[in-house]
């Protein structure tokens, strides 16, 4: 006679329990949720250290001063998800604003220099894409040339600082929308927040979208499904030339000048912020949200570091750079285990 | 007789020396005096030894980056280790009572060069043990690196006056500029070390095939690491010289972009980005392609700091041209050519 053991079924915390522990150590839904409570767990922090950090316009100057940094991870992630990497973002940020102070210094209305702006820097994504693609150039290679290119063509358009004095654009860039109670943002947030949103639509709900996920987890087995890899491949770096060209629009906003040694080490902070929030750099793995998260993170480490007021602006790269470590380890971690 | 000249044109030094020569030929048009070198107070001086002292740092950061491109991997922190010798350096000898004392010196270069290999042994290791991709390692290294010369220099340009630290970077030797002795040095260090002995081999088989290399019983953990660590030391020999030129600690500025010009140089000289196969001698012809570039475009008139935009186009065009479509293209175009003359052939 045989003798059924009955295991007991799954208590609903056990049930809770498991799932919680899967999410934790999926490669999907593991970093970013990290990321959440890294965010979280630093605000704690910083509100119990410092009096008037726990302010609604703390949480909305993340977003103020980040704005630029949302939008290039946002194009960042597009590029990562396939399994690339864009390293000329920092350079084309700078030259894009000074594009922007130069020609506006010039005379040019503000609103035919931004579409001329977000144009020239997708098309320079766009021959990145095909030297990418076509002539299979490694994308780091790539994009370092491009890195280079569109830094010396911010000497060429000046060696100096130009400062910004277009009053349409100023009024642009300075004027806040009041959201109650003595809160704030600035339009650059708006502009940052509607990218983020279209970027989540075009990434979960379009072929193209699709295609970008599917390239990232296996580019042969992409084409052998009759994806369109080759042109997903070319506008994904476009799509990160148009994010990186609109948040130079968004950084001249927040400094109203162009000079070409800015914004050098952007790159890494775009690249941070995606892998922080949950990106795997091998590309296939990934969430804007995740990279706005990531960006928020960053931010709010700056923050304290401006709270602290004795630590200076350079433990922020150092702070980049370890937390970025750190997030690849767990990654490695993460992924391993699962495959 | 045509097929020594096609022999010599399928060589890999070939178009990085036409380049050269082609270089040369524009300055002596524009500086007729361009090939003369004089001796003043026995020293040499001359647009030739300008172009190898001022391209010595350059040089040796490429020839230290041509090993590691060799493994198929690639350093972007070479110019933040520069920045960290040059101040570390710097500040020990502001903090030491005579900077101008042999022995504090040999103290201060000794101290940054062993930092410079800790560095390169970090790289080594998120490389070869942790298993992250070589750029984003060393991109870490890249930002972050600025930020810890920043806080050796405590955000200031530490400026120096020591006679015998100064003489790395504008000192002379039998009349040579000292820079240039210590470029020899990386390249006969490099030369010796990888093809008098079986390490070219195995750096090679590394960079053609880790998997297989591994299989076949090639230590890759301990080369990578080897590699890193030449490569910082070399950047921190770079920087010292850099520093030496000057005779400040600049932490955000110098060897800026450094890393993009030694890759130039690497790619330029023929080695593939994509491993396996390296030219040292490639790498030191294609550093003096750039340098001599960045001459010309001075003696022209055009502003140095504009030359990165001829950069960017002549990496960009190397790489179009070292990439399997091209090759793959010109063959095709090649085949046809000969299939063509086959007909005429024929029907003649």
């Known amino acids: 006679m045989s003798t059924l053991i009955k295991t007991p079924a799954p208590t609903r915390f056990e049930r809770m329990l498991h799932s919680t522990r899967s999410a934790f150590t999926s490669p999907k839904y593991g970093p970013v949720l990290v990321t959440a409570i890294l965010f979280v767990v630093v605000f704690i922090v910083g509100g119990i250290r410092y009096p008037g950090f726990f302010a609604g316009q703390v949480i909305l100057n993340l977003f103020v001063d980040n704005a630029y940094l949302i939008v290039l991870a946002v194009g960042m992630t597009f590029v990562i998800l396939t399994g690339g990497i864009d390293l000329s973002v920092g350079a084309v940020v700078a030259l894009s604003t000074m594009m922007v102070a130069s020609l506006l210094q010039s005379g040019v209305p503000a609103v035919i220099v931004i579409p001329v702006i977000i144009v020239a820097t997708t098309v320079l994504g766009l021959l990145v894409g095909l030297m990418v693609h076509y002539f299979k150039v490694q994308p780091f290679i790539a994009t370092l040339a491009a890195m280079f290119l569109a830094r010396g063509l911010c000497y060429v358009i000046s060696q100096s600082s130009i400062s910004i004095s277009d009053q349409s654009f100023i009024a642009l860039a300075v004027s806040r929308i009041p959201l109650g109670g003595g809160m704030s943002i600035t339009w650059s947030v708006v502009i940052a927040l509607v990218i983020v949103a279209i970027a989540v639509w075009t990434l979960h709900r379009t072929r193209f979208g699709r295609t970008v996920y599917a390239i990232g987890g296996g580019e042969q087995s992409a084409q052998l499904m009759g994806l369109p890899v080759a042109r997903t491949k070319v506008l994904v770096y476009a799509v990160s030339g148009l994010c990186s060209g609109l948040a130079g629009i968004l950084f001249s906003f927040y400094t109203l000048s162009g000079y070409p040694l800015t914004a050098i080490g952007t790159e890494l902070d775009a690249i941070a912020a995606v892998v922080i929030g949950g990106t795997l750099l091998a590309g296939g793995y990934g969430f804007v949200l995740g990279s706005v998260l990531g960006v928020l993170v960053l931010g709010i480490i700056q923050t304290i570091i401006t709270f602290e007021g004795t630590l200076s602006s350079w433990w922020t790269k150092i702070f980049i750079g370890a937390l970025l470590l750190a997030f690849i380890g767990l990654q490695r971690v993460l992924t391993r285990r699962k495959t | ?348």
């Open chain 2, 1 to 348: 007789m045509t097929a020594l000249l096609a022999r010599i044109v399928a060589s890999r030094l070939f178009w990085p020396l036409v380049m050269l020569a082609v270089l040369f030929v524009i300055n002596v048009l524009a500086f007729p005096g361009f090939f003369s070198i004089t001796v003043r107070d026995g020293n040499l001086y001359g647009s030739l030894i300008d172009i190898l002292r001022n391209g010595a740092p350059m040089m040796i950061v490429a020839i230290g980056m041509t090993l590691v491109i060799a493994t198929r991997g690639i350093d972007l922190s070479v110019g933040a280790v520069a920045a960290i010798a040059g101040s570390v350096a710097c500040s020990i000898l502001l903090g030491a009572p005579d900077p101008a004392d042999p022995g504090t010196v040999a103290i201060a270069i000794l101290t940054a060069v062993l930092i410079a290999l800790v560095l390169g042994a970090w790289n080594g290791f998120l490389v070869a043990v942790v298993g992250i991709q070589p750029i984003i390692a060393t991109l870490i290294l890249m930002t972050a690196g600025r930020g810890a010369a920043m806080l050796i220099t405590e955000g200031q340009i530490l400026t120096v006056n020591s006679a015998p630290f100064k003489v790395l970077g504008a000192g002379f030797i039998w009349g040579v500029p000292v820079a240039i002795y210590l470029a020899a040095g990386a390249f006969l260090v490099a030369a010796l070390f990888t093809r008098r002995t079986a390490l070219g081999m195995l750096i090679e088989a590394v960079g053609i095939n880790p998997e297989a290399s591994r299989q076949a019983g090639v230590r890759a953990r301990g080369l990578l690491f080897l590699v890193y660590i030449f490569a910082a030391l070399c950047a921190a020999v770079g920087g010292l010289i850099l520093t030496a030129n000057t005779m400040a600690a600049d932490a955000n500025n110098v060897a800026l972009f450094i890393e993009l010009d030694a890759i130039l140089a690497v790619v330029i000289g023929g080695t593939s980005l994509a491993g396996g196969r390296y030219s040292l001698v490639g790498t030191v012809v294609g550093a003096l392609v750039i340098q001599t570039l960045v001459t010309t475009v001075y003696t022209v008139g055009i502003p140095p700091i504009i030359t990165m935009v001829f950069k960017a186009v002549v990496v960009t065009l190397v790489c179009l041209l070292q990439s399997p479509t091209t090759n793959d293209a010109l063959a095709a175009f090649r085949r046809r050519l000969a299939l063509r003359a086959g007909k005429e052939a024929v029907s003649v």
